[in-house]
Structures are given as structure tokens and as C-alpha cells.
């Protein structure tokens, strides 16, 4: 077996390389499969006893108790494709490479296997793919400190990298949401900032360090991640309203563009001509910029005028940059 990249990752593997072997192993098998020497296996077996996994030893040989872990679950077809593509949609999330995706759907495979096989296998693909993402070690480390904040109400402490003013600051952060984005392939956390003294959304690839500290925190009963998220196209919100934001698609794209609803407060208004207004209210324009650009000339921004100028202006740059193409 190849050697795992984190000891999260080998944990997970010994759980289930025992769960295929009824014979059980010994620690020196399994220090020589997992490439580490016996005491690191043992202090490994002792964390996974730990977690209630059904771990017990005969003699020498340590074996799964299939009666405490395993838990029967009828699924349909039509359920198990529902479950490769959400798993599809996890792996693609992020560009990250992820030891705990990759784990969660190995597990997500070896449990559809039998049921579905072909659909398992490509679930199986889907983990090979995050697998070969390089691995940045601190990006990981902060998901899963972030992510032992957010489970236990436990602020953390990190030093985060700001876009706008390039500077590196340090804060208490209590974590009340984890959200993940496909625009820019990224991953961000929703909580209260200690240092600016309000809810803030903090982008987790711009976090360099996070530390889990002892002070608690309870998450406000009026907060409503879904609610607070509605307005935006990706992830970035307004809780004192939306933008509004009025486009013009051309007769050559109005068709795909009904093919999709892209927002929850899209309202699109036929025009005599086949063109359409496209209307959406916003948390901001930020994230929708590049969903614009994507459609070219196809589109025209009519509002706001602070949209429609910045568009523009990138467009007179785009000529000059190509302006020596003939």
C-alpha cells in the first residue's frame, strides 16, 4: 500500500484494511503494509480503539467487531447516483488535496460496492483524483483545526492574509459556518471576528496559521447561515440588502441561459427582439463578474452603473492588450 500522507489518512486505511481481513492483523503486519514501524501502529491502534470503533485483540492479532460498526443501509439506484454526485461535486469543490475527502469517499465506495459496483468504482476515481492533488500540509491543518472549532464551540486563533490590503493580521475567530464555493475553487469560513468586532467571512486558503483555543463560544440562535447566504452568488453576503443587477442577453444565448436557474432571485423578461433582461439581487457583484465575462459580447450590463463602467473599462483594456492581432 502506498504510504499515506497524514496520519488522519493511515488511521482511516487501518480501519479499513481490518475491515476486509476477518483473520485480524498484527502490528507487525500492519506496520509493514503502512510502511511505520510497530509503535507507531500501536499508538495507531490504541486512537482507533478510542474512537469506538469495535477494535478488540485476541492474542496477538487485532480485529474489527463488524457487530458494533457496521450499519445496514437500503439504497435504490437512483440513491446511489445521488451519492456520486454529491461526491463528484466534493472532489471538485476545491483544488486542494484533501486527506479527509479522500477518505470519505473510499469509505463512500467500499460501502456502494456491493450494491452498485459501477457506480462505486467511479466514486473510487473521483478520491484518486483529490489523492493526486499535491498535498500543502497547512492549508489541511487549518481545515482541521477550523473544523475541531466549529464542532466543539472553540475559538481559534490564526493569522490571516488580507486580498484587498495585503497585509497579514492576527485575531480570534469563532467559527459558526463552513462554506465551500465553486467560484475560485475554494473554501471559506462564516463566524464572528474577535478583531473587527463583527461576522466576517474569511477565505481558509488566505489563513497561515490556526491554533484551537479554550475559549468557548455559542452560536447566536438568530443566526441563519442559509438565510444569511441567499442573496449571494457565491459567498459573498449583504446583510443590509441586495444589489440589483439588470443584464441583457443577446437572441443567440437566451436559450441556454433558461436552461439553468443561477439564482434564487433571477426574473428574466422577454424582449420583442429575442433578447431578455436577466434581474438578480446580489450580496454583491464581486463573484458574478466572472460568470459575465464568460458570456462576452452575448450580455450587456445595464445596471449598476458602477458594474457596467468597470466592465467596460475592461473591455477597452482587452483591446488594447490584443490591439497587435491581426
Known amino acids: 500500500m502506498p504510504k499515506t500522507e497524514t496520519r488522519y489518512e493511515r488511521l482511516d486505511a487501518i480501519e479499513r484494511h481490518l475491515a476486509r481481513r476477518p483473520e485480524g492483523c498484527t502490528t507487525t503486519e500492519l506496520a509493514r503494509e503502512f510502511q511505520v514501524d510497530s509503535d507507531t501502529i500501536r499508538r495507531d491502534l490504541n486512537l482507533i480503539e478510542s474512537r469506538g470503533t469495535g477494535l478488540i485483540k485476541q492474542g496477538r492479532r487485532y480485529f474489527l467487531d463488524h457487530r458494533r460498526i457496521v450499519h445496514t443501509m437500503k439504497i435504490s439506484d437512483d440513491e446511489a447516483l445521488a451519492i456520486y454526485l454529491a461526491a463528484r461535486l466534493v472532489s471538485r469543490h476545491s483544488d486542494e488535496h484533501n486527506p479527509h475527502v479522500v477518505s470519505a469517499l473510499d469509505k463512500l465506495s467500499e460501502a456502494l ?92 486558503e488566505r489563513i497561515y496559521e490556526a491554533v484551537l483555543t479554550d475559549e468557548a463560544f455559542t452560536i447566536p440562535d438568530k443566526f441563519d447561515p442559509y438565510r444569511l447566504l441567499i442573496s449571494a452568488w457565491g459567498v459573498m453576503w449583504n446583510e443590509g440588502g441586495g444589489i440589483e443587477v439588470v443584464l441583457r442577453f443577446a437572441p443567440s444565448v437566451v436559450r441556454r441561459l433558461k436552461e439553468s436557474v443561477w439564482h434564487i432571485s433571477q426574473r428574466i423578461e422577454d424582449c420583442p427582439d429575442g433578447s431578455c433582461l436577466f434581474t438578480v439581487s446580489v450580496g454583491n457583484t464581486v463573484e458574478m463578474k466572472p460568470w459575465i465575462r464568460q458570456w462576452g459580447a452575448a450580455v450587456e450590463v445595464l445596471a449598476p452603473e458602477e458594474l457596467r463602467i468597470e466592465l467596460a473599462n475592461e473591455a477597452r483594456e482587452l483591446v488594447r492588450v490584443y490591439s497587435d492581432t491581426e
Open 113 to 204: 460496492h456491493a450494491r452498485s459496483p459501477l457506480i462505486a468504482s467511479h466514486i473510487s476515481r473521483a478520491a484518486a483524483a483529490v489523492r493526486e492533488r499535491p498535498t500543502r500540509r497547512e492549508y489541511v491543518r487549518v481545515l482541521e483545526v477550523l473544523t475541531q472549532g466549529w464542532a466543539a464551540g472553540r475559538k481559534v486563533r490564526l493569522r490571516y492574509h488580507s486580498y484587498n490590503k495585503d497585509e497579514v493580521t492576527e485575531r480570534k475567530f469563532a467559527p459558526y459556518f463552513i462554506e465551500p464555493s465553486g467560484i475560485g475553487y475554494a473554501c471559506y469560513v462564516i463566524g464572528f471576528d474577535d478583531l473587527r468586532s463583527e461576522l466576517r467571512t474569511l477565505k481558509i
